[in-house]
């Protein structure tokens, strides 16, 4: 099967083309490296990958690589909510505008499969259980993009092509495109470096799933003919409170204390149980990865100095995202068609923009 990854070079995107790749795929990375502009895209993707260094706002180059794919997968933009909040309306061109452009492409060359990956942040909080029949409910700008972009590309391309929109859990382990500012990630760095986690509150829940899960988890819908809709992508014993995240660190990580602050972190909100049953009745067996195991992965990559200097900023979205924006590297386009949906995005959460 010949597969397009949009964004294919970041910390899910080199997991996942490397098990594509292994199964036999033919898969095309699109990503423009925002956060290392000079990394090597060799060290980061199996050999066998044609790599294509383009904006994903550049629909010359979308339509050049997406030609014959059989699928695309788009995996690009600003993950999380500290690095929308940089510049909103650049979150808004990589994050809703990106996939419906994509998406318009695919439609007009036919590609019969496109997967969407969003977020279980969409969910925000919510008292109970959440699944996919729950309504979003998203606090930021982070899930109000993946809303609208979720919203859009099911839409588009309905008749047209299957959808599949993997909505995902909190993901934790290690990557070729090493990422340590999701919760645990950063809780074992923290833990290895310096023995100590910092808590602020911690009651809140959060869903996690293993990175290899997720490419996984692609593998299986890609292999499925037809769209899936929506699909919650983790497993139900993998709810975890923000509490229960740092105990399970310092239970792999020896000698680690926990250092706790006020009740709840005010800037971020979310809170939510989720269901995965979907996934399994779908595909039964996938993701069975605890918490535990991406845990002492990260660790050993420090013990072994895989991982040296946890503060680099390469690791740190946010981090790199300041530095290529202060830099002028990366900024919103304005394109005619990037400023329709902005102001689509605007009359749908209008009176709730900065
Ligand atoms: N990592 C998680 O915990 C998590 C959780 C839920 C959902 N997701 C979703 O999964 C997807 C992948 O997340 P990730 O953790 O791999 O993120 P990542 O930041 O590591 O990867 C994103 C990639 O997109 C590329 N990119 C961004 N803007 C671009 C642009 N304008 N032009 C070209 N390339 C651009 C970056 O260079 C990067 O390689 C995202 O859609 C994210 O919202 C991730």
Known sequence: MRVVLLGGAGYLGAVATRHLSALGHHVTVVDGLIYARDDDPKRLLPTATAFVNADLRDVDA?????????????????????????????????????????????????????????????????????????????????????????????????????????????????????RLDSVANRMTAQAVATGRIPLNGGSQRRPLVHVADVAEVLAAVLGHPGGHGVLNV??????????????????????????????????????????????????????PTPLIDGVRQIAAAMADQR???????????????????????????????????????ADAFGGVLR
């Open 62 to 178: 979308l339509r050049r690589a997406m030609r014959g794919a059989d699928a695309v997968v788009h995996m690009g933009g600003l993950v999380g909510e500290p690095a929308c909040a940089v510049d909103e309306r650049l979150a808004v061109e990589l994050n809703f505008a990106s996939p419906v452009l994509a998406a318009a492409i695919a439609r007009d060359l036919g590609v019969p499969n496109y997967v969407l990956f969003s977020s279980c942040s969409v969910y925000g909080q919510h008292e109970g259980t959440v699944d996919e029949d729950t309504a979003p409910h998203p606090l930021g700008i982070y899930a109000r993009t993946k809303v609208l972009a979720e919203e859009h590309v099911t839409g588009m391309l309905d008749g047209q092509a299957g959808v599949t929109v993997l909505r995902l859990a909190t993901v934790h382990g290690p990557s070729p495109r090493q």
């Open 234 to 287: 983790g497993a139900d014993g993998e709810n975890y409170t923000i509490t229960q995240i740092a105990q399970t660190v310092a239970r792999a990580v020896p000698g680690t204390h926990i250092d706790r602050g006020p009740e709840r972190d005010e800037a971020d909100a979310r809170d939510y149980r989720t269901s995965f049953g979907r996934l399994a009745d779908l595909l039964p067996g996938t993701c």
């Open 307 to 345: 991982i040296t200097d946890p503060d680099r900023p390469e690791y740190d979205n946010l981090k790199g995202l300041r530095a290529c924006h202060a830099a002028g590297r990366l900024q919103a386009v304005r394109s005619a068609e990037c400023d329709r949906l902005w102001q689509e995005y």
